[in-house]
């Protein structure tokens, strides 16, 4: 790849990367924020969801930040009040000021992701897209699973506000590297804010995914959890009605009618249910079910994390061999399986048997990660790129959270049925199985595609062997 197609991907990826882990890195830590803010662990809990809740108002309108002020801009800005955020996170005394530092941060993660994300779909040639993309996700991996351990031994090792000040570094090089390398990308003609579309959008998805989030942890009182998401699902309803008849909606859905698109959402989405769900799984099957510190268990994740980085390097030649459709019908079956498999690991399970396991889900979820994001914008015109990622980064974030909700429920549920309090082996089998077979079901999405699906990005165009 030429310098400049493998340096912007290496630039959004260390923002993506510094994301992702802020928002795993922080769990581990929340007893010793609690003790020293003074301040109950599920207050905290509870303050901590206004990242989220800021995360994901500002998502819809990423697209329309990107075309009206210059994608570059709005990147280094939003690098900029994440950054700031953080270091505020970490000079916080009271809850009061970290839930205000963390709404900031939230707006800056809102911007970054997506924005960096439109930079280099429109400064990449489609042809080297699955290289690229492939950096971006590494880190979306990666923080999930090494997160957890950094944050406890950082906690442990300093204090917890470094937990947030470690972003800093991150921040400076990320600014400094944008400034200097990333192309400004302009647009001609930029339609006015849909400030109504805004509105029920960014409402309608924040109370959905924070009634989602708290559902069943004790955090609010009675159905309030109930009753947000069906006050989000009705105000979402509202924002289909008006998308249809506005000229530029925040939320553009007539891009689905793109097939590869389509498919990439679609399938994508129910793809992106399992693998949720397992960085919510794995730690607690490993400390739970097995009796491992957490530090213990975040080492046997580092072989999940190397299976990971390791699909970076046959990404692009198995896409061009297989081709985006069978590829991800293989691929998406091979990984589910991987998903199930982890339910019929034991305490006695040999370390022999669970490294492979878990290199291997790293691996095929990677791989199936990359191929789902480079198919879904193949066919995407330049100017709809924004649209396209505002539209595509929402459903991602909805679907990751519905992983952890659905694997909760069916912890609970399995508890339940038992009539006991404690959770057994028994259970994260169930969890593990149920949410692998809807991960499975994203294969339907894919088989529908022709063979030469995707095949600007892909480089392979259909043969009659593959029809």
Known sequence: MPSQSRLIPLIIASALFMENMDSTVIATSLPAIAADLGTDAIALKLAFTTYLLSLTVFIPISGWCADRFGARLVFRLAIVVFTLGSIACGLATSLGELVAARAVQGIGGAMMVPVGRIILLRSIPKSELVDALAWLTIPALLGPLIGPPVGGFITDTFSWRWVFWMNVPFGIAAIAFAS????????????????????????????????????????????????????????????????????APILDLRLLKIATFRAGVLGGSLFRVGVGAVPFLLPLLFQLGFGMTAFQSGLLTCAAAAGAISMKFPAARLIRRFGFRRLLIINGALASLSMAALGFLTPSTAFAVILPLLFAGGFLRSLQFTAMNAMAYSDIENPAMSHATSLYTVIQHLSLSAGVVVAAFVLEAAQFWRGELTLAAGDFALAFIVVALVAASSVNSFAGLTADAGSSVSGRTSRPLDE
């Open 180 to 247: 200097k390398l990333m192309p400004k990308i302009e647009i001609d003609h930029v339609p006015p804010l849909d400030v109504k579309g805004f509105l029920l959008s960014g409402i309608g998805l924040s109370a959905t995914v924070f009634g989602f989030t708290v559902m069943g942890r004790g955090l609010l009182p009675g159905a309030t959890p109930y009753v947000l998401v069906i006050i989000g699902l009705v105000l979402l309803y509202f924002y289909l009605r008006h998308a249809r008849s506005s000229p």
